[in-house]
């Protein structure tokens, strides 16, 4: 069955310091994966996928089929990233069905 | 990307009653979907809405617990019907396709609290 774990619930570091969110997942096909992210009092949004091989707001995620990974990282955490971040996982069918990780929650403390 | 609102924004109901959630975007979209979020809890799909057929809903929903219905590209509803204290929770609606591309875009969500 097709899964995601993020297997921290709560990760606290201070500012300036590295970040790594971890998330694995299960799938036997070729995924498409996801981070979002959700700042106080505001709606989920998309930070990065895995397709772009893109840098967003410093953080970047490198897929590592072998591993089944998808892990989040940033190497000098700031303040305003305190957020709850989510792993997603879609599955490239005709459905467009994405399975969420449980969440964690990142606080970056000063 | 697509812009998405929901009304209401939060809702206090009453056991046994019903509450529809509407979720409008702002272009048309493919897909459109429903999720709850329960507290301290991740996302939960509960059906996929289809443009002009019954809603697909996920192992653990049904439609008589939560009817959806999407008249258009651009807008559906979900009815939490016959509501008990378990369905309070965060629904949200999310969207892809048209502008949205293949990116999920979600609203704000409508925080439902049942007494």
């Known amino acids: 069955a097709q899964r995601v774990t993020q297997p921290e619930k709560l990760l606290s570091v201070f500012k300036g310091a590295p970040v790594e969110l971890k998330c694995n997942y299960s799938?036997?096909?070729?995924?498409?994966l996801f981070w979002y992210v959700q700042y106080s009092r505001q709606r989920l949004q998309l930070l990065l996928r895995h397709i772009s091989r893109e840098s967003i707001k410093g953080f970047t995620a490198d897929l590592n089929k072998g591993e089944t990974s998808f892990h989040l990282k940033k190497p000098f955490a700031q303040e305003e990233d305190s957020a709850m971040y989510y792993c997603?996982?879609?599955?490239?069918?005709?459905?467009?069905?994405?399975?969420f990780g449980t969440g964690t929650r990142l606080k970056v403390l000063a | 990307s697509a812009v998405i609102s929901q009304k209401p924004s939060r809702d206090i109901c009453q056991r046994g009653t019903s509450l529809t959630i509407q979720c409008q975007v702002d272009?048309?979209?493919?897909?459109m979907f429903w999720y709850r979020q329960q507290p301290g809890q991740s996302l939960t799909l509960i059906a996929t809405?289809?443009?002009?057929?019954?809603?697909?809903?996920e192992s653990g929903f049904v439609i008589d617990k939560f009817p959806i219905s999407r008249p258009n590209l651009t807008f559906s509803t979900l009815t939490v019907s016959n509501m008990s204290p378990e369905d309070s929770s965060i629904y949200l609606c999310s969207a892809l396709g048209g502008r949205a591309t293949d990116t999920q875009y979600f609203g704000p969500g409508t925080r439902l609290t049942v007494l």
């Open positions: 997603a996982l879609r599955i490239p069918s005709g459905t467009y069905k994405y399975i």
């Open positions: 272009s048309q979209v493919t897909m």
């Open positions: 799938y036997s096909g070729s995924p498409e």
């Open positions: 809405a289809n443009q002009g057929s019954e809603a697909t809903y």
